[in-house]
């Protein structure tokens, strides 16, 4: 089997009308969960007892500025996990933030409508037991993950839990207009949803739920085939005209460099979070 990252990295991911499950080699067998071993300097915690649902706590020396919850990305996928995240959980820490790495069921383990989303519902809650700060929680995502961190923001006004608010969202890369983005990822969309979106999918598509009444940034590579430039430009253009507050941070490079803690891409939004809880003097 591939390996998980190289896989991601391919360029035919975002390529139109190739079958995730052809391009990758995986086969429903094969999406089983193989969790690794809990990260050294990281606290795993469970939100759930399916092996998917847990995260990593990474802390920082002294105390938390405020909390960012990590999604990862991959196109809703099982052969993507919540490892792509623990580099920029560890980054955050170092820099003064409670990071929360989550994982969730992914379409091919489980995962899909509404299983992933309830996930990260209910992972996002399970902040109110590990002593972290809940004055600020912030969602950071990527593609998918940013899809999800801007999902969470406005997940209390549907039937899901919402006992701990986000205060703030950075979405990078993100897919954040599903009906959009279905032809991206060779039906990836229509793997989470099991149909092809619809403006009756407002539940689970971010471009429908405009205005969120908390900030979101949307930090994008202008170089990204994967998942357009677009996605963030319409969202905020969207946003903003609904009254929200919601900008749009253009960085040079591909779809992968908004998650590469040594580069330029992550110290603008390192400098994003830092405008949201400067750090201690």
Do not use: K
Request: glycine residues 10%; charged residues 20%; proline residues 6%.
């Amino acid at each position: 089997m591939l390996d998980r990252r190289t896989v991601l990295r391919l360029p035919a991911l975002g390529a139109v009308g190739v079958g995730l499950s052809a391009l990758t080699g995986l086969t429903a067998c094969d999406q089983e969960d193989d969790v690794p071993a809990e990260t050294p300097g990281a606290r795993r915690e469970t939100y759930g007892t399916d092996p998917s649902q847990f995260g990593e706590l990474h802390l920082p020396a002294g105390e938390p500025r405020g909390t960012v919850v990590v999604i990862h990305g991959g196109f809703w996928q099982a052969a993507y996990d919540y490892t792509l995240g623990t580099p920029l959980a560890e980054s955050l820490a170092d820099e003064g933030w409670a990071a929360w790495n989550l994982e969730y069921r992914r379409v091919g383990n489980g995962g899909g409508t509404p299983a992933t989303f309830d996930d990260v519902a209910r992972g996002i809650d399970r902040l109110r037991d590990l002593d972290v700060p809940l004055d600020t929680v912030v969602t950071l995502g990527h593609s998918a993950g940013g899809h999800l961190a801007a999902w969470a923001a406005a997940r209390d006004r549907y039937d899901f839990a919402a006992d701990v608010a986000v205060t703030h969202v950075v979405s990078q890369a993100g897919v954040l207009d599903l009906v959009a983005g279905d032809v991206l990822g060779g039906g990836a969309v229509q793997s989470l949803l099991g149909h092809p979106p619809t403006a009756a999918d407002e539940r689970y598509d971010p471009q429908q739920q405009v205005p969120l009444d908390v900030p979101v940034w949307c930090v994008h590579g202008t170089d990204d085939v994967i998942v357009p430039l677009s996605q963030s430009q319409d969202y905020v253009a969207a946003a903003v005209a609904a009254g929200a507050e919601a900008e749009v941070v253009e960085v040079d490079g591909d779809h992968f460099v908004v998650i590469d803690p040594a580069s330029a891409a992550w110290t603008s939004t390192l400098e994003i979070l830092d405008a949201i809880a400067p750090a201690p003097r």
